[in-house]
């Protein structure tokens, strides 16, 4: 790729086959990472030992991360929800390492993929808070305030609510999006300053590997953030009465 935008670029793979199928090019990275990961977790899965080797380690790490991450913010309560924040902060860690790979294509910073992802938690969210209240539930709506005030505050909370299934997927869209636009404005200039002296190379090399550096922290930030806010929408549900 020359360019970040071309990630963008919709291509039909398989065209010229006998059986043809629309197999999109970005379908591949997706399938590719979903069965990365159950492969990744199937071997941990196999060589687990009293004695944790360093990558069985290292996933009780994550999994002590994740359950304590989940015990901060919701409680007790929450621990029913671990399968799924588990494998959702997995699935987006991989899309945003993948996309630092060399050719890699960032699916995160695909707007109509990830928000579909957004849309079906918040609305997953909602009917789970109508289920747990039933209409009470949407007492969220009505805060404390004069009366003149109400029809208008009340408007806003609903906005606020509504808006979420879009802001968590452009947060996630737009930070994975600038990131691959740094690294692409950064290598061309290395790749210009280098044409000026030779001993440039090793300054350009050292900028370049700290941006990296900080686009990984990114990646695992992001899904930190991400997991994050799903959580304190799932709260929402249980502290229902303080509201």
């Not at 065209?15 to 197999?23: A, G, R, V």
């Not at 029913?80 to 997995?90: D, E, M, R, S, T």
């Not at 370049?208 to 953030?225: D, K, N, R, S, T």
Request: charged fraction near 10%; hydrophobic fraction near 60%; aromatic fraction near 24%.
């Amino acid at each position: 790729m020359f360019s970040p935008l071309e990630q963008f670029d919709v291509i039909y793979l398989f065209e010229d086959s006998l059986f043809y199928f629309p197999f999109l090019n970005i379908v591949v990275p997706f399938v590719f990472i979903i069965f990365l990961i159950y492969f990744i977790f199937r071997v941990d899965y196999e060589i687990f030992k009293l004695i944790p080797i360093p990558l069985q380690r290292f996933f009780e790490l994550l999994v002590e991360f994740i359950f304590n991450l989940i015990k901060q913010q919701i409680g007790k309560a929450g621990y029913v929800y671990f399968p799924l924040i588990f494998c959702l902060f997995n699935f987006i860690l991989f899309l945003n390492l993948f996309s630092l790979l060399p050719f890699g294509i960032a699916l995160t910073s695909h707007i109509i993929m990830i928000i579909w992802l957004s849309i079906s938690l918040w609305f997953g969210i909602l009917c789970l808070g109508l289920y747990t209240h039933s209409v009470q539930f949407f007492k969220i709506f009505i805060p404390r305030c004069p009366i003149s005030l109400l029809f208008m505050l009340i408007c806003i909370e609903m906005f606020s609510y509504t808006i979420r299934a879009f802001s968590l997927a452009i947060r996630l869209s737009a930070n994975i999006m600038a990131g691959h636009t740094l690294v692409f404005i950064i290598s061309t200039f290395v790749l210009n300053i280098t044409k000026m002296k030779f001993w440039f190379y090793f300054l350009g090399f050292m900028i370049l590997f700290l941006i990296l550096l900080l686009e990984l922290g990114v990646a695992f930030l992001q899904a930190y953030v991400f997991v994050t806010l799903i959580l304190i929408y799932f709260k929402e549900i249980y502290e229902f009465g303080a509201h």
